[in-house]
């Protein structure tokens, strides 16, 4: 049974940080290429960041140079350091594994992220 757990959400302040954790299970973790994505309210998913399995990583426009996903194989977690936030930044933010040979992909969760004071 595939499982993605994320974890690292909550409420921050304008111009703080947090940092979210997806820790797969029932996976061959490195196999797979890993993204966050976020979902707004009204507002269509959206890819964040991803990371393939040669740690080549891809972001956001919006989230260039504030945000940074990492990778653990060992500990089969990806991670999303997320820096200066902005209002506009807060959704739920969802975990994603795919696979690219079989096109197979599977989702956590989600976590919410708020921003406000």
């Known amino acids: 049974q595939v499982q993605l757990v994320e974890s690292g959400g909550g409420l921050v302040q304008p111009g703080g940080s947090l940092r979210l954790s997806c820790a797969a299970s029932g996976i061959i973790f490195s196999d797979y290429v890993m993204g966050w994505y976020r979902q707004a309210p009204g507002r269509q998913r959206e890819l964040v960041a991803r990371?393939?399995?040669?740690?080549?990583?891809n972001y956001a426009d919006s989230v260039k140079d504030r945000f940074s996903i990492s990778r653990d194989n060992a500990k089969n977690t990806v991670y999303l350091q997320m820096n200066s936030l902005k209002p506009e930044d807060m959704a739920v933010y969802y975990c994603?594994?795919?696979?690219?040979?079989?096109?197979?992909?599977?989702w956590g969760q989600g976590t919410q992220v708020t921003v406000s004071s």
């Open positions: 990371i393939d399995i040669l740690d080549t990583r």
């Open positions: 994603n594994a795919f696979w690219s040979i079989i096109r197979r992909d599977y």
